[in-house]
């Protein structure tokens, strides 16, 4: 069983920058395609950003491409998730997710483990 912890999350006006991070409890970063979804209050987990195991790929959701940068630094096996130029829309609860079977999915059921979430709260 893989474990993930985020971390980074806060509070942060309108316009600003947060940088989550989030590290696996064993197992190597690069073996896993690795996600970031987030949850906002009132609604359904939707996906945020997908890095693929190889490093090669990555992939977006619309509202947040432009603004937010997933990346991986293999040598803290961490993977980050840059956001910048944060809306109010942004708020939720960020989670970090790992796809063992390397799939390359945008959908939640597809990753096999999962962080228990940060918050980011932006107040406009």
């Known amino acids: 069983q893989v474990q993930l912890v985020e971390s980074g999350g806060g509070l942060v006006q309108a316009g600003g920058s947060l940088k989550l991070s989030c590290a696996p409890s064993?197992?190597?970063?690069?073996?896993?395609?690795m996600g970031w979804f987030r949850q906002a209050p009132g609604k359904g987990r939707e996906f945020v950003a997908m890095?693929?195991?190889?490093?090669?790929?990555?992939a977006y959701a619309d509202s947040v491409k432009g603004r937010f940068t997933i990346t991986r630094d293999n040598a803290n096996n961490t993977v980050y998730l840059q956001m910048n130029s944060l809306k109010a829309e942004d708020t939720a609860v960020y989670y970090c997710?790992?796809?063992?079977?390397?799939?390359?999915?945008?959908?939640?059921?597809?990753?096999?483990?999962w962080g228990r979430g940060t918050q980011v709260t932006v107040s406009s």
């Open positions: 064993s197992r190597t970063i690069s073996s896993y395609t």
């Open positions: 997710a790992a796809d063992g079977e390397r799939l390359w999915s945008t959908n939640q059921y597809d990753y096999d483990y």
């Open positions: 890095l693929h195991w190889s490093g090669g790929s990555r």
